[in-house]
């Protein structure tokens, strides 16, 4: 029983090691419609970007087009990027020097979501807040 243990352990070792290495980060300027959202980086690669529902409408938030933008995932394959879950906070935007995750808040309701769209409260369209990743989910706005 120990040994099947210790195979089991060790077998999960390469898939751990190999999900650790496709972590990567990409950063350029966002583009969105008419096509497809994508990162165009500096050197003027286009890599487009993958994600969940959530993910795919803050890439297709019209605030938030031609900014700097930084988003967390894995490389699939060159030109083309998955972005981690939204529930990782994997979406950010660079501004003045300082790396800002993505976020939306409601000041009525004093909401904070991670999607755009209406306040689940007063259903008032929320503002784009770029906040400071080290502040807590529910500190004050900025």
């Known amino acids: 029983m120990l040994n099947r243990r210790l195979f089991l352990l060790f077998a999960s ?45 803050v890439l297709h938030d019209p605030r938030l087009k031609d900014l700097d933008f930084e988003v967390d995932g894995a490389l ?29 808040w409601c000041a009525t309701c004093s909401i904070r979501a991670w999607v755009p769209g209406p306040c689940q409260c007063c259903q008032e369209d929320m503002a784009l807040d770029l906040r400071d990743p080290a502040l807590k989910d529910t500190d004050p706005s900025d």
């Open 13 to 57: 070792w390469p898939a751990a090691l190999l999900r650790a290495k496709s972590a990567a980060s990409a950063r350029g300027r966002l583009r969105q419609a008419p096509l497809p959202p994508a990162l165009v980086t500096p050197s003027g690669r286009v890599m487009a970007l993958e994600g969940d529902d959530a993910t795919q409408k």
């Open 76 to 104: 699939l394959a060159p030109g083309r990027f998955r972005i981690a879950p939204i529930h990782e906070r994997a979406l950010f935007v660079w501004r003045g020097g300082r790396k800002l995750v993505v976020t939306y």
